[in-house]
C-alpha cells in the first residue's frame, strides 16, 4: 500500500513535467559570404495567462498576456549583429543575401508550462540551396514565451556556436 502511495505522488509530481530534446544543427555551408537578409514573415502569437484565487473575503485574479512575431524576433536578432534587413530579394544582392525561413510544431503541455519545438532554416538566396537549419525545444508557462526561448536557442546555436 505504501509503494502504490509513493508511485502516486511520483506519478502526480513528474507527469506534468515536459522533456526537451536537446538543439540540433546541420550546417551545408558558412554565413560569412552574407551581409543581407530577408525573413519570411509570421504571424503574432498571442497567449494568456491567468489565475483565480478566493476566500471568505472575495474571488481575487490577474492575468498575463505575451505576444511574440517570430519573424521580427528573428528580424531584431539579425539587426543587432550588424547585418542588413532587406524587403525582398534582388537579384543585385542575392549572392550577399540569405532567405531565412520560420516553423514551429511539436507543441506540448504539461501541468503548469508549455513547451515547442522551433525549427530556422536558412537559403541561400542565390540558388536556394539550404545553408543552415537549427532545431530547439523550450518550455516557459506561455506559448509565446516558450516560442521566445527556443527561436533564441536556435539563433544562438547558428551565429554563436559556429
Known amino acids: 500500500m505504501k509503494k502504490v502511495f509513493l508511485l502516486s505522488i511520483a506519478a502526480l509530481l513528474f507527469g506534468g513535467c515536459i522533456s526537451l530534446a536537446p538543439t540540433s544543427i546541420t550546417r551545408n555551408g558558412t554565413l560569412d559570404v552574407f551581409k543581407y537578409f530577408y525573413v519570411t514573415p509570421t504571424a503574432e502569437r498571442n497567449s494568456v495567462s491567468g489565475g483565480t484565487y478566493g476566500n471568505q473575503y472575495g474571488v481575487y485574479g490577474s492575468t498575463s498576456s505575451n505576444s511574440v512575431s517570430p519573424s521580427e524576433l528573428i528580424a531584431g536578432y539579425l539587426m543587432n549583429r550588424g547585418y542588413v534587413r532587406v524587403p525582398e530579394v534582388k537579384a543585385e544582392n542575392a549572392k550577399q ?14 501541468w503548469d508550462d508549455f513547451a515547442i519545438e522551433v525549427t530556422i532554416q536558412i537559403l541561400d538566396a542565390e540558388k536556394n540551396d539550404l545553408i543552415c537549419i537549427c532545431k530547439a525545444d523550450a518550455k516557459a508557462d506561455t506559448e509565446a514565451k516558450a516560442i521566445r526561448r527556443a527561436t533564441e536557442k536556435c539563433l544562438n546555436e547558428i551565429f554563436m556556436g559556429r
Open 97 to 110: 543575401t540569405m532567405i531565412i525561413n520560420y516553423g514551429d510544431g511539436n507543441s506540448r503541455e504539461g
